[in-house]
């Protein structure tokens, strides 16, 4: 099978979550609830990690936010990332409590003495910085040189901060240029990853409701990754963080760069299908969701590209006239009357 050849990037220690090198591409997410109330961030990451997600990101506005670092650290097991603007002081703080990463751009929290202050903590206590390049965001000097937000723009914006963390002898970076202009980042990110070595974070930021940001995200995140560009993911929606995990391992499974849980292929349906074909896919993608297996079933309408597809699946179904073949690891295993497709093929799914 052909596979993606990952760009291979210098690597960070995320708490146990190693990104960059030769460590799989990671699935992130961001906490919605606010961070001064303990009890409903821990909820929240609570069914983050019960998803899976790799890496958790908290923000933290202020000193109250920072104070519950160590609870939140104590809570879990993922690693957290603390996501900071402008104040050093709340970088200090967090590196204090424990923090696995910031978030942080090095060249926006003022004078040479806070960022060394910054970068020499967080150098002696192996905290990685992730520095976040934002369309939306960048500096003022760059959108007159380059009239508005552009790949190169994003990149001279990234290079400051580089320049500055190399200053300061600090390297354990990460970088992510985001936008919510999908082909900004793709061209934004090309640009970085043929210059530089670093992890990349990849997201289309602020990408809109779940649907629409899903397209986006599998989009710009997945053209990427197919290009062996991309370390780590955030998928960033407008609705549920566990909605954006959920979407992140899609687009890996996607790309074969993650081979865990349910991966459903059924077929679109069209007049030649003879069952209820949409029915019975909807059916199994709900009964699955919660698996931990990792298992490709095939939901196919007829015998025409069906046992082509139900063959190559772990498990699968190519429906006949009034019966459906059942397909076990590439062999037919039984012929199951139309009303009892349902069920059966569950029951073989729950028994692989
Ligand atoms: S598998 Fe059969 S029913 Fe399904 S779309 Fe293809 S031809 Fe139509």
């Given amino acids: 099978m052909s596979e993606i050849q990952r760009k291979k990037t210098r690597s960070i220690m995320v708490g146990s979550v190693g990104i960059g090198g030769d460590f799989p591409v990671s699935v992130q997410s961001m906490t919605t609830t606010n961070t001064e109330k303990l009890a409903p961030l821990l909820e929240e990451i609570d069914r983050l990690e019960a998803a899976d997600c790799h890496i958790i990101r908290i923000t933290i506005p202020n000193v109250k936010a920072a104070q519950n670092i160590p609870a939140i650290r104590k ?71 380059y009239g508005h937000p552009t790949p190169e723009a994003m990149l001279e914006s990234a290079e400051k901060h580089i320049r500055i963390c190399q200053e300061n002898d600090y390297h354990d970076l990460a970088f992510s240029l985001k936008s919510s202009n999908t082909y900004l980042m793709i061209e934004a990110n090309r640009l970085f990853s043929q210059k530089y070595n670093y992890p990349l974070h990849l997201g289309v930021t602020e990408a809109g409701p779940v649907k629409q940001g899903t397209i986006k995200s599998a989009i710009g995140i997945g053209t990427l990754l197919a ?72 939901v196919m309408g007829c015998i025409v590209n069906g046992p082509g597809e139900a063959r190559e699946a772990d498990i699968g179904i190519a429906c006949g006239n009034k019966t459906a073949q059942l397909f076990k690891k590439g062999q037919v295993i039984d012929k199951i009357p139309e009303e009892q497709i349902l069920d059966r093929l569950i029951e073989e799914i729950e028994n692989l």
Avoid: W
């Fill in 227 to 298: 290009e062996g560009i991309g370390d780590t993911i955030r998928v960033s929606l407008t609705g549920d963080p566990v909605e954006e995990v959920r979407v992140g391992y899609a687009i890996l499974k996607a790309l074969n760069l993650v081979h865990r849980g349910i991966n459903i292929v059924s077929c679109p349906t069209c007049g030649r299908t003879v069952a209820d074909v949409v029915k019975i896919a909807e059916e199994v993608e709900k009964r699955t969701a919660q698996m931990k297996k990792n298992l490709t079933i095939a």
């Fill in 75 to 145: 809570h879990t097991n993922v690693p957290i990332v603390a996501d900071i603007h402008f104040n050093h002081q709340l970088a200090l703080m967090a590196i204090d409590a424990g923090i696995d990463k910031i978030r942080i751009n090095p060249g926006n929290i003022g004078s040479d003495e806070k960022v060394k202050e910054v970068l020499t903590k967080a150098r002696a206590a192996k905290v990685p910085i992730r520095v976040g390049i934002n369309s939306g965001s960048l500096e003022e000097s760059l959108l007159k040189k």
